[in-house]
């Protein structure tokens, strides 16, 4: 029972290699899996698309006992299962789906040692059949995934997650407890500690930069941001991507626009789509009938349909590795929930896009929604203003990052606490639109301090229309009928151009100084921070920028520095034979029934491609090849590549 943690050590990297076919840890999975051998309760905090699921999986095939995983839903966890026994980790799961007599087979085959990996969702710790099966299993290990479903300061809480604490104190023997999560809250942190009654653990917190990604934001008027999309859908027509909306009904226009835009948009020529009469986009959202939002998502997960157009209800049950692209078509409420949608892209670590489309009304319409946001009857009047600042605040930070002209994973990474100065000597890897551009700030102090003086003129009692109209003297019949043209501040922006006059206009909006009235004549008022625009030291900028040309190669969603580590001295990735060898996994995924990524991820088919293995041991060399996948899928996927050669 004495092993060295040498001996450990070695064991868990020969386990990566044999059954996951990786070369070595990522950051924070060592240290984790070296932890939980140990016998030792651990937290781990890292991104989406780190690797967390490795980190239990690796100890439940060298722990001498069961290994149960909690996981919130049950279309991850069917994934999961299904990955974990592709590269042959026996897995298998306990739902409310099945029979009885299917929960007592798993059971069975669980006490029997044939099951190490097993995933239930946290409902059934609560039914006696399955406490009365832990009870008698040798569990070692109990991992908790998505672990923030605890904490009721995170997005997402479940309240079946508060009975896990009661569950582990049920047993008789207490297993190691693992959780984790890629929420960095500090409080949500310690709600977990707490909740889940974790023993002095261990905890594991890795850098929240996600190098594979390329951060692109844009300001665009909310009438263009349909076409905007669906060119850039047309653009990466074999690429699988969501795009979020706020609300349901815009996911269904969008999803009908994308729909009857991008087929005129696309080439004629090249593209081979894998069924070319079913829709490029569907949508998502929690109003849809549940059999048709399965289906929605059994077609984007299967690769059936690229495209999915949803609201922030879809993605925790998302798995898929080759999201190549996340599109916001408006402003999330704070950059948690920004990072956590953007963030389902890329889980493979190639390289991807997220891109967030904004403007001045998406802020003005979400401070509205946070003041007059329902109330809740639980809290007091006091602690409900305290829960508004609170929001308030994480509004701010997520409008900081539409404003800054700072590099956008620096920004990110500042907000989750990381050492901003030790960050500062690293450069963007991932790249960003804000590194790419260059950028011209214009002093508007003088319209601003001018624009606010006319809203004092007309006395709050008229829409932004008016007010331009009044700046830049127009000569219009009803400006002249009402007297307007005696304003003081009539023609005082005469020689300003309009569009500029309306974005200052917007910009003080969405900062506060001036407030725009609901209803069907909007009035343009003082906000709360009118009085500053008449201090003399008032000062007021307005960034312009000048983008970087859209990419013309065919995936400009790939940068063309390749910031993978794989894959040097291999004349590059292959496109043609990368596309050839989709094919076959898309056949191969189609006689398993069973989504694409599960057989192989795009990062390996890639690295395949560039290597072209033929024989065993090159096989073996390709990211993302364990034993398994060489005798399942080796023999099939070397003759393509010969055949391709030929
Ligand atoms: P998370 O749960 O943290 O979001 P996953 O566990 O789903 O992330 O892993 C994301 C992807 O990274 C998977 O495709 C997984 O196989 C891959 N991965 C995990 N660990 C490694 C590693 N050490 N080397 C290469 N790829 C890895
Ligand atoms: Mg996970
Ligand atoms: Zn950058």
């Known amino acids: 029972m004495t092993i060295s943690q040498e001996e450990l050590d070695a ?31 651990v937290l781990g905090v890292m991104p989406t698309g780190s690797g967390k699921s490795l980190c239990y999986q690796i100890p439940s095939l060298l722990l001498h006992g069961l290994t149960i995983v909690i996981s919130p839903l049950i279309s991850l966890m069917k994934d999961q299962v299904d990955g974990a ?45 399955f406490v009365n099966f832990a009870t008698h299993a040798d569990i070692a290990l109990v991992a908790v995934d998505e672990a923030h479903c605890v904490s009721q300061w995170g997005q997402d809480f479940r309240s079946s997650y508060l009975g896990i604490g009661d569950f582990i104190d049920a047993l008789p023997d207490r297993p190691t407890l693992a959780a984790f999560t890629a929420t960095a809250t500090e409080r949500v942190r310690r709600d977990i500690i707490q909740m889940l009654r974790l ?15 390329y951060f692109d934001i844009l300001k665009l008027g909310t009438r263009d941001k349909a076409n905007w999309i669906a060119r850039y859908v047309a653009g990466h027509a074999d690429e699988s991507g969501i795009i979020y909306c706020s609300t349901r009904k815009q996911t269904e226009e969008l999803a009908d626009t994308i729909n009857a835009l991008v087929p005129q948009l696309r080439p004629a020529a090249g593209v081979d789509a894998p ?66 949608e953007a963030g389902r892209a890329g889980r493979d670590g190639e390289p991807s896009r997220c891109t967030l489309l904004w403007n001045e009304s998406d802020i003005v319409t979400r401070r509205r929604l946070l003041d007059n946001g329902g109330a809740n009857e639980r809290l007091t009047e006091d602690e409900q203003e305290q829960v508004r600042r609170w929001k308030r605040h994480l ?18 990474t500042r907000y989750f606490g990381e050492d901003g100065d030790a960050a500062s000597g690293a450069h963007c890897v991932g790249g960003c639109v804000n590194c790419d551009s260059t950028f011209s700030t214009t002093d508007v102090s003088r319209i601003a301090r001018t624009i606010s003086r006319c809203v004092h003129d007309l006395g709050q009692t008229y829409g932004s229309g008016k007010i331009v109209a009044v700046l830049r003297g127009s000569q219009a019949k009803d400006v002249l009928e009402r007297g307007l043209d005696h304003a003081p ?65 065919p995936r400009p969603s790939r940068p063309a520095v390749e910031p993978t580590t794989f894959g040097g001295g291999h004349g590059g990735t292959d496109e043609a034979l990368f596309e050839h060898l989709r094919g076959l996994r898309r056949d191969i995924a189609r006689e398993i029934g069973k989504p694409p990524y599960i ?29 398994s996948k060489l005798g399942k899928y080796g023999e099939r996927f070397m003759q393509a590549i010969a055949d391709f050669e030929d």
């Open 489 to 553: 501040t009539f023609g005082a922006l005469a020689d300003v151009p309009q569009s500029t006059v309306r974005d200052v206009l917007n910009q003080m909006v969405s900062d506060g100084f001036l407030t725009i009235t609901e209803g069907r004549l909007p009035i343009v008022m003082f906000g709360a921070r009118a009085a500053e625009t008449i201090d003399p030291a008032f000062h007021y900028e307005m960034k312009s920028i000048t983008r970087p040309k859209p990419a013309s190669s």
């Open 199 to 213: 023993r002095d653990p261990e905890v594991v917190v890795t850098g929240f930069d996600r190098t594979n990604l």
């Open 395 to 412: 509004l701010d930070a997520m409008v900081g990052y539409c404003r800054t002209t700072a590099c956008l994973h620096r920004y990110m």
């Open 85 to 129: 026994n592709e590269i042959g980790i026996p897995a298998a799961f306990i739902n409310g789906s099945q029979s009885i007599d299917e929960q007592e087979d798993v059971f069975a085959a669980a006490n029997a040692g044939r099951v190490r990996l097993l995933y239930v969702a946290p409902e059934r710790l609560e039914t006696q059949r």
């Open 275 to 340: 069924h070319p009469s079913s829709p490029i986009a569907v949508a998502y959202h929690a109003g849809l009938p549940p059999a048709q939002r399965e289906r929605a998502q059994r077609d984007f997960v299967t690769d059936a349909v690229p495209l999915v157009v949803a609201t922030n209800a879809f993605g925790m049950g998302i798995d898929k590795s080759n999201v190549r692209y996340v599109i916001h078509h408006n402003m999330p409420e704070s950059i948690e929930a920004y990072y956590q």
């Open 599 to 627: 057989v192989f991820s795009d990062r390996s088919l890639r690295d395949m491609a560039s290597r072209r293995p033929h024989t065993d041991d090159e096989f073996l060399e390709v990211s993302g090849v364990g034993a």
């Open 11 to 41: 064991q868990a990297l020969g386990t990566l290699r044999r059954y996951f076919g990786y070369e070595d840890f990522r950051p924070g999975q060592g240290a984790l899996i070296h932890t939980i051998l140990e016998g030792r309760d």
